[in-house]
């Protein structure tokens, strides 16, 4: 039972902690794809640089930048035929765990179209916070197109099911600004409005990033309105155990409704 009528504002001071989605959201249930096994992507950064991936089977990579090198474990989702979300987190075992960071690639071998999202740790005013860096970039060649951003969500209300007990629902006010809310589950009741950006990768597909402001949590998702579902992760840090959180998710989504402004002619 949806039960908004009874929640009311929550202060901050009384939000549970990053960790509390971890039970509500379950595993990530779509199937791992194996397309990728064999094949190496190498993606040219915003400085000329290059960055490689070689997917040496179905689970495990190999990955090499300018400056750093290694092996993670990976699981890569055919979101539809040719495009692929591609995920990984490295540095998690080190020491000092805000080092840990989670790499995002979104593929499309249709176009060559690649986006690569790494988030990780900053510490701001004494408290770990996220940061989220973005390439764009095109295997095929420099002049070939990348992912632009978009103004397609803009007035959507969207309701997503991550699971039985978890669902959201999120209303895109602008290119660079969003709102949530918990309608049900471990932060019911919760809401805010924060930073986004929104890239176009195909048709009613679209790469969707947010940032939260109150809890340290970077997403990095596919929304598939065709589709009606949304693939993606959340990359948080959970203060009172010191550690990261990693969500992947998937979820089942429905277009509740699309706001259009009424075209003011008469001048008063």
């Known amino acids: 039972m949806i039960t908004t009528e ?8 009384e939000w549970p902690p990053v960790s509390t989605m971890l039970d509500g959201f379950g595993d ?3 199937p791992a794809s194996d397309a990728l096994s064999g094949t190496t992507l190498r993606i040219a950064t915003n400085h000329s640089e290059v960055s490689e ?22 699981k890569a989702i055919e979101a539809r035929p040719g495009i692929f979300i591609i995920d990984f987190v490295r540095g998690q075992h080190k020491e000092e765990k805000s080092d840990a960071e989670n790499v995002t690639i979104i593929f499309d071998n249709n176009t060559g179209a690649v986006t690569t999202a790494v988030s990780g740790f900053v510490t701001r005013d004494s408290k770990v916070r996220c940061t989220t860096e973005f390439v764009h970039s095109n295997v095929n060649g420099p002049a070939d197109a990348i992912h632009q951003r978009s103004p397609g969500l803009i007035g959507k209300r969207i309701f997503y099911r991550y699971s039985d007990v978890e669902t959201y629902e999120h209303i895109y006010l602008n290119q660079g600004t969003f709102t949530w809310h918990c309608v049900r589950g471990g932060e019911a009741g919760l809401a805010d409005t924060d930073r986004c950006m929104t890239w176009a990768v195909a048709e009613d597909l679209f790469l969707f990033f947010w940032t939260e402001k109150v809890m ?37 989504l429905s277009v509740l409704n699309t706001t259009g402004y009424p075209q003011d002619t008469h001048k008063h």
Not at 235 to 248: C, H, M, S, T
């Open 6 to 13: 009874l929640q009311d504002y929550i202060p901050e001071e």
């Open 216 to 252: 340290t949590v970077d997403a990095v998702l596919l929304i598939d309105l065709r589709e009606q579902r949304s693939i993606g992760r959340m990359f948080g840090w959970d203060d009172p155990a010191a550690e990261p959180v990693i969500l992947p998710f998937n979820s089942r």
């Open 53 to 74: 991936y070689r997917f040496q089977d179905a689970t495990t990579l190999e990955w090499s930048e300018p400056t750093s090198s290694g092996s993670a474990t990976y």
């Open 28 to 30: 990530q249930t779509l």
